[in-house]
């Protein structure tokens, strides 16, 4: 095992949950980039596993990224894990995968939980389509612009949130997507795991300061407008105001047929 980045998933809660081949990886490369390596050492300690760590995360990734790049150039191996779940998903471990292919160093995926893809599998919303948000903004300008983006979106909506943001988040998600059905999903894996099935207005009242633990927020998508069905005495209708406001009958009639299913001929003689 030399000169490779693996980027290992870890458990998002049950420590149960890292597989075989993950202890077997983090057993045998050099070294291991953790995005919280006190959080790491709990892990490694569990299964008995002792391996040098740096600490690589969102404030030190520049110069720590060229720094393990350096180390597996020369023929190191390195896992890279995140607190929980899988590195490199909504986590500045993608920046570490990217300046890998940047310098042609290889990289390898050993599997693990993921929270979105966890949560909405037991959500019982649609997974047919979905996109995923990851965390809203903290600048009140962005989160706008990032909500405004998505308001019409057909496809399920999912987001991280920390419960100290959650009231917050709940209020400006309300606000811009209007009501719709939500299912929060919370402490995935461990003793205390909830699904609460609910829409956002419930979960504006309810919801906004009591729940703990780490939170996926799993929501419709905006529902297609019901169409108006147009009759022939609609379309009639409408080509009647056109010629009252000064439209040729012949014209009135053809565009009044682009804009439904009749025939110009049709509309035509009835205004005649």
């Excluded at 520049?62 to 899988?86: F, K, P, Q, W, Y």
């Excluded at 919303?125 to 983006?149: A, C, Y």
């Excluded at 795991?193 to 633990?213: F, H, N, P, R, W």
């Excluded at 009759?231 to 804009?259: C, D, H, R």
């Amino acid at each position: 095992m030399s000169g490779k980045l693996y980027v290992v998933g870890t458990p998002i809660g049950n420590l149960g949950d890292l597989s075989p081949r993950a202890i077997e990886t983090l057993e045998r490369v050099d070294f291991i980039a953790a995005e919280d390596t006190r959080v790491t050492l709990k892990l490694l300690n569990h299964f008995d596993i002792k391996k040098e760590m740096v600490s690589y995360f969102e404030h030190n990734k520049r110069e720590r990224g060229e720094l393990i790049c350096s180390r597996i150039a020369n023929g190191e191996s390195c896992a890279i894990v995140t607190d929980a779940g899988m590195p490199a998903i909504s986590d500045p471990g993608q920046d570490l995968v990217s300046l890998c292919y940047e310098m042609g160093i290889d990289v390898e995926a050993v599997p693990g939980p993921t929270a979105f893809a966890t949560a909405l599998a037991i959500s019982g919303m649609d997974s047919g389509r979905f996109t995923f948000e990851g965390f809203l903004s903290v600048s009140k300008k962005s989160r706008r612009e990032h909500l405004e983006e998505i308001k019409d979106e057909k496809r399920t909506l999912i987001f991280y949130e920390a419960p100290h943001k959650l009231a917050n988040t709940l209020q400006d998600l309300y606000k811009t997507l209007g009501d719709r059905k939500i299912a929060i999903v919370r402490e995935l894996t461990k003793i205390h795991e909830q699904v609460i099935k609910t829409t956002l207005s419930e979960a504006c009242e309810l919801y906004g300061g009591t729940l703990k633990g780490e939170i996926v927020l799993i929501i419709e998508g905006k529902k297609a407008e019901p169409k108006t069905e147009i009759t022939f005495e609609n379309a009639v209708e409408m080509a009647k105001e056109l010629v009252e406001g000064g439209m040729s009958v012949n014209n009135a009639a053809k565009e009044i047929a682009s804009q439904t299913p009749f025939k110009k001929g049709d509309i035509y003689r009835e205004l005649i």
